[in-house]
């Protein structure tokens, strides 16, 4: 159900169409009772928007004649920013509604911009082209994710209502340490008092937020990307592998992703710690990286990595071979 002030505003839009509309008809288009309806018209005279009444068997309301909102206000480049984002927001799924919400925002935002800048921007809506499919639409979580969040914000517990994956369900108290969107869905990681440990939740399994009793400090090291990327990592992948990266952890960072794993200090560089479902193909992305390393774990990696040694060691051999008494092309 729609939100009063949502109402209010598309009561503003049907005015905004020109002419007078009755009572009647704007109860009948807002879904509300006639009382309603002329609360709302208080509250955009309130606002300073000229709402005249008309009374009588037939009388209704309508904007003042010559009235008009001013253009929204934006520059080339911003108006160009909104609505790639836009555009961008509904291929990652990035809104929490569905993809309705988005063509209606954009048409909203193309009705209230300057002519010359609106027909430029539907040129671009009409030829751009994407190589990525739009995503199927996430469930609607936007009042779980503003609960959620105000909840962060003010560093205060909540207890959620949870289905897990296999449809057992819970309730579950937990501080809330960070929001993370990932791979086209939200999660919320953070301390299970329950669990006592840190786990990850995603918000389409939430079913209800409320408020619980006290606050608390989010620990000053934790990453909450990290977290969650990793969280997912250790669900869905079989091997946990430790390595020493022969390298400072600025560099790391720099080159590695937060989906490969967790990366912190060592005596000896870099400590990467993560999961994998190919052991052969952490041995080349290893290999590839160009840094000297220790595989401390899994014993199966170390041997990987031998196997990929001599491959690459018979393929430089088979090259040497073939090259032997040739003669260099000319130039």
């Known amino acids: 159900m729609a939100r009063p002030t949502g109402r209010v505003l598309a009561m503003l839009e049907l005015l905004q169409t020109g002419g007078q509309r009755t009572v009647g008809e704007l109860a009948a288009r807002l879904g509300v009772e006639e009382r309603t309806v002329r609360r709302y018209a208080g509250h955009l005279a309130d606002l300073g928007i000229p709402v005249e009444a008309q009374r009588g068997r037939y009388g209704g309301y309508r904007l ?4 008009k909102l001013p253009p929204l206000m934006l520059t080339d480049d911003e108006a160009v920013a909104v609505v790639l984002g836009l555009m961008a927001a509904e291929r990652e799924v990035l809104a929490t509604t569905d993809h309705a919400a988005t063509a209606s925002a954009l048409a909203k935002v193309s009705r209230v911009l300057p002519r010359p800048l609106g027909r430029r921007l539907e040129s671009l809506l009409s030829t751009a082209q994407f190589t990525a499919p739009v995503r199927p639409t996430a469930p609607a979580v936007a009042d779980t994710l503003l609960a959620l969040a105000s909840a962060a914000q003010a560093q205060r517990t909540v207890v959620i209502a949870y ?14 340490y960070g929001l993370v969107f990932h791979a086209g869905r939200w999660y919320v990681t953070g301390h299970d008092h329950g669990r006592d440990d840190v786990r990850t939740f995603r918000l389409d399994r939430i079913a209800a937020v409320r408020q ?3 606050g ?15 969280g997912i990592a250790a669900v869905r992948w079989s091997h946990e592998v430790s390595v020493v990266l022969r390298t400072t952890l600025a560099d ?6 937060a989906s490969v794993g967790r990366l912190s200090e ?3 560089g870099v400590l990467l710690q993560a999961r ?7 041995a080349r992305m290893l290999a590839g990286l160009g840094w000297d390393f220790e595989v401390v ?29 040739s003669t260099p092309p000319d130039r």
């Open 163 to 176: 289905t897990a994956w296999d449809g057992q369900e819970s309730q579950r108290e937990l501080d809330l």
């Open 216 to 230: 608390y400090d989010v620990p000053a090291d934790f990453d909450a990307r990290t977290q969650v990327v990793s």
């Open 252 to 257: 790391a960072v720099e080159r590695l992703p």
């Open 297 to 325: 774990a899994p014993d199966a990696l170390r041997r990987e990595v031998l196997a990929l040694s001599d491959r690459l060691r018979a393929s430089g051999e088979r090259g040497g071979r073939a090259g032997t008494g």
């Open 276 to 282: 994998a479902e190919r052991l052969d193909g952490m």
């Open 64 to 67: 003042l004649p010559g009235y």
């Open 266 to 268: 060592h005596v000896d």
């Open 212 to 214: 619980g009793e006290g």
